[in-house]
C-alpha cells in the first residue's frame, strides 16, 4: 500500500521560511511527478508547485514563485518544497500528491496518491 507521509509544518512569523518534506513507502514512483497543493479555510484546493520525475521540470503558481522551491531527492523517494519569505496568506494544509505517468502538473485528479495534509500558519 501507497502512504505519503508530510512532515515539516508549523508556526511562523510572516518572513520566515519552513521545510516541507513527503516520503514516498509501499512502492518506487520512476517517473511521474510530484507536487504540493493547499487549501485554506473556506476555500478550495489550489496547485502550489510540481516536479517532473523524468526531466526534472519545476511548475510553480504565480503566487509562490520566486519563494518556494520544489525539489526531490537522488532516489525520487522523497519531494520538498523549501518556503521563503512566508505571507499570511500562505495558510492553509498542505497536501503532497504523486502520480505515475503523464498527465497535467497543475490539476488535482491527475495525482494518484495523496498525504494526509500539514499545517502551515504564518502569523503576520
Known amino acids: 500500500q501507497v502512504q505519503l507521509v508530510e512532515s515539516g509544518g508549523g508556526l511562523v512569523q510572516a518572513g520566515g521560511s519552513l521545510r516541507l518534506s513527503c516520503a514516498a513507502s509501499?512502492?518506487?514512483?520512476?517517473?511521474?511527478?510530484g507536487a504540493w497543493f493547499r487549501q485554506a479555510p473556506g476555500k478550495e484546493r489550489e496547485f502550489v508547485a510540481a516536479?517532473?520525475?523524468?526531466?526534472?521540470?519545476?511548475y510553480y503558481h504565480d503566487s509562490v514563485k520566486g519563494r518556494f522551491t520544489i525539489s526531490s531527492d537522488n532516489s525520487w523517494n522523497t519531494v520538498y518544497l523549501q518556503m521563503n519569505s512566508l505571507k499570511p496568506e500562505d495558510t492553509a494544509v498542505y497536501y503532497c500528491?504523486?502520480?505515475?505517468?503523464?498527465?497535467?502538473?497543475?490539476?488535482?485528479?491527475?495525482?494518484?496518491?495523496w498525504g494526509q495534509g500539514t499545517q502551515v500558519t504564518v502569523s503576520s
Open positions: 500528491a504523486r502520480r505515475t505517468g503523464a498527465a497535467s502538473y497543475y490539476t488535482g485528479s491527475a495525482y494518484n496518491y
Open positions: 509501499g512502492r518506487t514512483f520512476s517517473n511521474g511527478a
Open positions: 516536479i517532473s520525475g523524468s526531466a526534472g521540470g519545476t
